[in-house]
T-cell receptor, first 119, second 111 residues
């Protein structure tokens, strides 16, 4: 249980184009999902919190007009990198919260990541 | 400020050589401390959650423990397939489930 998928697993695009990455919780519903980016040999950097049915909350320094997040259902969140440039090349990872209402716990389960390369 | 520090940054072991990874944390109201394993080019894989000091959890060759200031991930008789980066993260109260990650410990186990 608690499987999160991402699509695509890798994408190469030209500078100036937009790229959409999907994150799905396959066997549970997730009111909250998160988007991270990770540079080589570094830890995960939180970009934004995605809440179903409401606007995403972005971390300081993350451009909300460049990284558009839509959480239209309890199992799907999308990240669109608009007008991508080479500096946007990175490893993007999503996570979804599995909430145990009985224990009162929230556990983040991560997707496999998407490697974005902008030429 | 909530903070997580992991040590060492890198650890090289021989197969069968047991050791421990450290995660020191400061957080205003700990809701949970999480351990993940991350293989190169993949997303983190959930291992354990610890909620209160004195708690311990085990999974195969891994055992996680928690005190009020730090957590240890003990690896007993490691195998080459245990090679990965191990990430520690804390979740604070009233933060909507956000995690604050340490920089990770890159473990290499040689046969």
């Amino acid at each position: 249980g608690a499987v999160v998928s991402q699509h695509p697993s890798w994408v190469i695009c030209k500078s100036g184009t937009s790229v959409k990455i999907e994150c799905r919780s396959l066997d549970f519903q997730a009111t909250t999902m998160f988007w991270y980016r990770q540079f080589p040999k570094q830890s995960l950097m939180l970009m934004a919190t995605s809440n179903e049915g409401s606007k995403a909350t972005y971390e300081q320094g993350v451009e909300k007009d460049k990284f558009l997040i839509n959480h239209a259902s309890l199992t799907l969140s999308t990240l669109t990198v608009t007008s991508a440039h080479p500096e946007d090349s990175s490893f993007y990872i999503c996570s979804a919260i599995l909430r145990d209402y009985h224990k009162g716990t929230d556990t983040q389960y991560f997707g496999p990541g998407t490697r974005l390369t902008v030429l | 400020e909530d903070q997580v520090t992991q040590s060492p940054e890198a650890l090289r072991l021989q197969e069968g050589e047991s050791s421990s990874l450290n995660c020191s944390y400061t957080v205003s109201g700990l809701r949970g401390l999480f351990w993940y394993r991350q293989d190169p080019g993949k997303g983190p894989e959930f291992l354990f959650t610890l909620y209160s000091a004195g708690e311990e959890k085990e999974k195969e060759r891994l055992k996680a423990t928690l005190t009020k200031k730090e957590s240890f991930l003990h690896i007993t008789a490691p195998k080459p397939e245990d090679s990965a980066t191990y990430l520690c993260a804390v979740q604070a109260q009233n933060q909507g489930g956000k995690l604050i990650f340490g920089q990770g410990t890159e473990l290499s186990v040689k046969p």
